[in-house]
């Protein structure tokens, strides 16, 4: 086991890893940003390291300048959290380099599974369905082409990376070359690959994803899955586990999946399987996420394991000590945004004036927040997860509104009424609802 870990994140995550780290006698180390200089992640590590200006890019994403703190403070592995690093094999490459344990895949398998084009072929290989596509589009004459053969409306997607960046819905011909162009500059901005390719736009669908286990021994346990379906702009915002759109049968179906799209990769660590299950229960792999997810605690609700503490034992080559794990009743996240809805969600910043944070039994609020902290511009505007548990959906649904009633973020915009809306919706009471049920997308 290791004896020191260095987080190489920010905010909630950064902290959910460090409670991980003190829970496992681990000693931890923090990077931050100058404008995160008193950020909750950086008293509550052993040991902190100013890695860098605000801007993300000087930060955050400055590998050289993380390594430099790992290696300065004798860390023996680095957790990269998600987002930022978390996919990045040339990270991951460098930290072998400098001997430095990843925790988290290989790097051949990141770049593999963060090339959705290459991912694609391997779940062909792997007899994991997938959507009608095309290969990386390099050209105007390619692009209308493949799309003459897909049909319309299909998607035009980012190659690299996540988080609903650099993909477009294009409805009809007259729109496709435009929405290239502009796909492809997000991407490019984003992840720095413009890479795109086609995929047949599948309507009305579920967000369906498998959490997974995989140790070094070849062992693969996957968790259920979670309902993932309320999204604006192809952003998360509402999950639960497990989606009321999955039997027992189709569950079996896509968890037998998920273990030969891991075996077929040779996975290690925590991983994701993201599926779209259309009307008739037909589903087809999306993509793989090879990192952390933003909802893992919906799943750690529903199965009492940590999947935290279970990356950094394996990354210390420690078995999986369980084959397979029981679905007890229901839990919902709510992803609580520092952005306003009454105007088309613009980001909110400024200093949280009073805060409380609802409690009781199975209530769980992942954050970074304190009372007098303040919000800034430079970062993703999640500013905490509200989780409830409870044995039936129904229950689970009212002990989220109340736990949502409880919430109180004073001195910045959020989305709490939100969600409140939605959760007291018919569509999200009856369970049926699909991507775009609570904002259409376009």
């Known amino acids: 086991m290791f004896s020191k870990i260095l987080i190489a994140n920010r905010g909630e995550i950064a902290v959910r890893v460090i409670r991980a780290c003190k829970e496992m006698g681990i000693l931890s180390a923090a990077v931050y940003s100058e404008a995160d200089a008193d950020a909750l992640h950086v008293s509550l590590a052993d040991e902190s390291y100013c890695i860098g200006p605000s801007n993300v890019k000087e930060s955050y994403l400055n590998q050289k300048a ?9 860390a023996e ?14 990270f991951a490459s460098l930290c072998a380099k400098y001997g430095l344990h990843f925790i988290g895949p290989d790097a051949e398998v990141i770049s593999k599974m963060g090339d959705k084009n290459e991912a694609r072929k391997s779940m062909v290989a792997a007899n994991v369905p997938v959507i009608p596509g095309s290969d990386t589009i390099s050209d105007v004459k390619s692009l209308r082409e493949e799309a003459e053969k897909i049909g319309f409306p299909l998607l035009i ?27 492809s500059t997000e991407a490019k901005n984003a992840f720095g690959d413009g890479g795109v390719y086609l995929e047949k736009y599948l309507y009305p669908v579920r967000h369906i994803e498998i959490q997974l286990l995989c140790d070094n021994n070849g062992n693969v346990v996957t968790l259920g899955e979670r309902e993932c379906s309320v999204q604006r702009k192809n952003q998360k915002l509402i999950e639960e586990s497990p989606s009321p759109a999955v039997t027992g049968e189709i569950r079996e179906k896509m968890e037998e999946a998920t273990v030969r799209a891991a075996k077929a990769v040779s996975y ?19 993509e793989m996420n090879t990192r952390l997810q933003v909802e893992h605690p919906v799943t750690e609700m529903v199965t009492d394991i940590d ?3 279970w990356q950094i034992r394996i990354a210390s080559d420690m078995p999986l000590d369980f084959t397979r794990t029981d679905i007890k009743g229901h839990a919902i996240e709510c992803r609580i945004v520092a952005e306003n809805p009454k105007e088309n969600y613009k980001p909110s910043c400024g200093k949280v004036t009073l805060l409380h944070v609802p409690s009781g039994p199975w209530v769980r609020f992942d954050s970074a927040l304190y009372q007098d902290f303040v919000i800034t511009p430079f970062y ?48 999200f009471e009856s369970g049926v609802y699909f991507t775009d049920t609570f904002f259409k997308r376009g």
């Not at 390594?67 to 300065?72: G, Q, R, T, V, W």
């Not at 690299?160 to 496709?176: C, D, F, P, Q, T």
């Not at 002990?399 to 910045?412: A, D, N, P, T």
Request: aromatic share 4%.
């Open 66 to 74: 993380i390594i430099s703190a790992a290696l300065a403070c004798h």
């Open 268 to 286: 290690r660590g925590a991983g994701t399987i993201e599926f779209l299950l259309d009307e008739n229960k037909n589903f087809y792999f999306m």
């Open 380 to 427: 993703d505007s999640m500013i905490g997860k509200l989780i409830v548990h409870a044995k039936t959906r129904e229950e689970a649904i009212r002990k989220m509104r109340s736990s949502l009633c409880e919430l109180v973020i004073e001195g910045v915009e959020h989305n709490r009424e939100a969600q409140l809306e939605i959760l007291s919706s018919d569509e």
């Open 77 to 90: 592995a680095i957790h990269p959290g998600y987002g930022l690093l978390s996919e990045n094999a040339g």
């Open 307 to 309: 999947i935290v503490k």
């Open 157 to 183: 997607k980012a190659r690299s990376g996540g988080g609903g960046r650099g993909i477009r819905l294009v409805k009809n011909a007259s729109e496709l070359e435009s929405a290239f162009l502009v796909a």
